[in-house]
């Protein structure tokens, strides 16, 4: 606890004074989640002892993030005092063009396009150097003799999303009969099923 002085001087040099106590009480800094992940606790409530109380919050300061937004709560020290602060809730990036499960690996690039723009992006074959391009070069699986499985991650503000693929891959000599793969699988994406059944990739030269 502190105490301050106020002092007023009038214009005939006359002077008042108003004293008083200052009691310590913080909420703590922001915070910030992702939405839907699990409780978190609230920190920085002081001095220790008080409870909390707000939207998605219990007494024991359990926030449980299940809207996006910036919410206020509220932190009540035992000596009586209040102290408020922000928690954002980010939203989850959506991938509006996911990759299919299964891809040749003589694949044009492909552009991700998600609905939170401005995030990184991180896979195998998307150098540091354009991570935030979202572009998905499937030339850098060219050379390899097997198939590869890749999973790509991005989202801005810390929250992300991923989008696993498998690259079968193709054959440089077009005398040679293609590369075939027994793929039977189906995935959902927003409202879309996709049913592949034995992929063919082949390497196709143009002079």
């Known amino acids: 606890m502190r105490s301050d002085t106020v002092t007023y001087i009038d214009p005939n040099g006359c002077k008042v004074r108003d004293t008083f106590q200052i009691i310590p009480i913080s909420a703590g800094s922001t915070q910030s989640v992702c939405h839907l992940t699990p409780v978190f606790k609230l920190t920085g409530g002081s001095p220790v002892g008080g409870f ?22 509220t932190y009540h020290a035992s000596n009586g005092c209040l102290a408020n602060k922000t928690v954002r809730v980010n939203a989850n990036p959506i991938i509006l ?38 572009v998905y070069e499937f030339w850098r699986w060219s050379q390899a ?30 005398s040679r009969p293609p590369v075939r ?11 879309r099923w996709w049913i592949l059944d034995r992929l063919e990739c082949r390497f196709h030269r143009h002079f």
């Open 52 to 73: 909390w109380s707000g939207p998605y919050t219990d007494s024991l300061g359990n926030f449980n993030p299940l809207d996006t937004g910036s919410f206020t709560v």
């Open 97 to 134: 063009n996911p990759i299919l499960d299964t891809v040749c690996a003589s694949a044009a690039n492909w552009q991700y396009q998600v609905n939170l723009p401005g995030g990184t992006y991180a896979a195998t074959a998307i150098p540091a150097a354009q991570n935030k391009s979202g």
């Open 145 to 174: 003799n097997q198939t590869q499985r890749d999973i790509v991650t991005c989202g801005p503000g810390g929250c992300t999303i991923k989008d696993t693929f498998t690259s079968i891959p193709f054959l440089p000599d077009s």
């Open 181 to 191: 793969a027994a793929i039977l699988s189906i995935e959902w994406s927003k409202t």
